[in-house]
């Protein structure tokens, strides 16, 4: 099979841009519940359709009860994780990567 002669050039501009972005990017910030766990990451991953309605069923009466055996029992239950743990770090992954791109305009 032939080889092919690929150009590729990158506009200094954009990089510089680009490079712009992602130093901005460094950091921590601070992200509510519902933007962690999307109405689609939800349908996905859970037996629900919303965020707010796994929370109902689940019984919890305040935020400080996220995490507690019981919860975690009731994830294990009715997502498809194992642990609050690990849902919480599949939607802090999603959520990283969908912001990143969006905040680079990939």
Request: hydrophobic share 35%; glycine share 4%.
């Amino acid at each position: 099979m032939d080889n092919f002669k690929v150009s590729v050039s990158f506009d200094d501009g954009k990089l510089k841009e680009l490079r712009r972005k992602a130093k901005n990017l460094n950091g921590q910030t601070e992200v509510p519940l519902s933007e962690l766990f999307p109405n689609d990451f939800i349908r996905k991953y859970t037996n629900f359709q919303t965020l707010q309605a796994m929370i109902d069923t689940s019984g919890i009466k305040s935020p400080e009860e996220i995490g507690n055996e019981e919860f975690c029992k009731f994830i294990s239950l009715h997502t498809q994780f194992s642990s609050w743990e690990e849902m919480l770090r599949a939607a802090t992954f999603s959520y990283t990567n969908s912001y990143t791109k969006r905040k680079l305009g990939l």
